[in-house]
């Protein structure tokens, strides 16, 4: 899973995201919006990295409800600051240490006051989280949130709470999320949990564990009732949502990618569905065929490719090569013609030639990518490659990389948005933009941000077809055709 969503401002969700720089950690202050009751406990979080980190955040919220704990905005009004927390590069968990600078002083003003460390972070460092972090008082993996009202009352009584605890079942698949942050029209669905592809510079495996697939029913379930609850898209998460693999106990059924994306199509025609992270060895023609046949499941699909090159790819253990990436880039051209493709691609990585880098940027321009998540390589402590590669990219080479590669990205997605003007989307309307509350922004089929003035009688969670009438390499510019 790489699909960060980058604006540090708060309040933004995916689903109402802007995408603005690649080296931006993502922030999210996780909140329902209505007023707050002072009264009781109260928990306060901050997510950082990705889409599965803001949706298990929603689980963590909906465990602390579960035992009287409120969610507040107020850093003030917090019994309990949790920050759930990435370590995918240096940069995220720097981030993560500034932020609890600042609740060192929130604690000192209100002693008291418990901190707690979720997600990646916590999972990677464990134990040497509390020796090095001594306001700290909580440690918890993502698998171990069930036990977090336990390790809350351990902390309540003065001593340090940690479970770091890596589960081969835990899916969380009985836990319906309490929604943060909501706009009340897109919601995620995780459908799976952990990695069992080893790509030598990523953590995810170690600080997620192993692969295991979500109960496909609760997944339904879960889809059904945000449709009734009038949402109108849901995004189904996963690191590698190409290997979900679920058996029916009752049927020894074997439900696949295709056979889920399916299942939840035929929730309601209206409900549109999106998906997150797709890999390039598993994506099937049999889910191409799936997302071709019905018009609800979106034409966008996020296929990291990480380097353009078959040698550095070995050596990062994509276990596929540039060949086999063109040929499913081909492949989603002839199912999906109108299909929308965005990537993510690391600059530097360990040996990478001047050569090697250049294949990069022609797999750009082959793959004509609406847009891309764009990093140098940060090396990750306990990973394949930190064992096996010296990081021999001077960061200078890096960054001048790295920047040819977004100025050639970004030349790519102007023209990709530039070859929508004139066309008429039907967008779901998802809130106000964020430039102008004259004005409503949505995203098309493509996932692609268009922004149009209002038009009486319609709200958020409405379909509108809107007319692109100019574009910029990030938003799409339209007025309503209706
Ligand atoms: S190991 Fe590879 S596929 Fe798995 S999360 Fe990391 S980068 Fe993605």
Known sequence: MHLYNDNPTLLDVPHQQMKEE?????????????????????FYIESYGCQMNFSDSEIVASILAEVGFKPTRSLELADLILVNTCSIREKAEETVRKRLRVFDAMKRQRPGTLVGVLGCMAERLKSKFLEEERLVDLVVGPDAYRDLPKLVATAEDGDKGI???????ETYADISPLRLDSNGVSAFISIMRGCDNMCSFC????????????????????????????????T?????????????????????????????ALV?????????????????????????????????????????????????????????????IEAVRQIIPECAISSDIIAGFCGETEEEHQDTLSMIE?????????????????????????????????????QEIINLQSQVSYGHNQRDIGKVFEVLIEG???????????????????????????????????????ASSATLIGEAAI
Not at 163 to 169: D, G, P, Q, W, Y
Request: include cysteine; charge should be positive.
């Open 22 to 42: 690649q080296q931006g950690e993502v922030f999210f202050k996780n909140y329902p919006q209505q007023v707050e009751d002072p009264s009781g406990k109260h």
């Open 203 to 234: 953590v995810v495996p170690f600080t997620r564990g192993r692969e295991r697939s979500r109960d496909a029913f609760s997944i339904l379930a879960e889809a059904q009732e945000l449709y009734e609850r009038g949402y109108k898209e849901v």
């Open 268 to 328: 309601a025609p209206d409900l549109r569905v999106r998906f997150s992270t797709s890999h390039p060895k598993d994506i099937t023609n049999e889910v191409l065929h799936t997302i071709a046949k019905y018009p609800n499941i979106c034409k966008y699909i996020h296929l990291p490719v990480q380097s353009g090159n078959s040698n550095v790819l070995e050596r990062m253990n994509r276990t596929y090569d540039r060949e086999w990436y063109m040929e499913r």
């Open 366 to 402: 082959f793959a004509d990518y609406s847009m891309s998540y764009m990093f140098f390589y940060s090396e990750r402590p306990g990973t394949l490659a930190a064992r096996k590669y010296p990081d021999d990219i001077t960061l200078e080479v890096k960054k001048r990389r790295l």
């Open 432 to 470: 106000d933009s964020r430039k102008s509350d004259q004005d409503f922004c949505g995203r098309n089929t493509q996932n692609k941000m268009i922004v149009f003035p209002k038009v009486a009688g319609y709200k958020p969670g409405q379909y509108i077809n809107v007319l692109v009438k100019a």
């Open 236 to 264: 189904l998460l996963g690191q590698n949502v190409d290997s979900y693999k679920w058996t029916n106990p009752e049927t020894e059924n074997l439900v696949n990618f295709a056979h889920l994306l399916e299942m939840v």
């Open 163 to 169: 479970n770091v605890f890596l589960s081969r079942e």
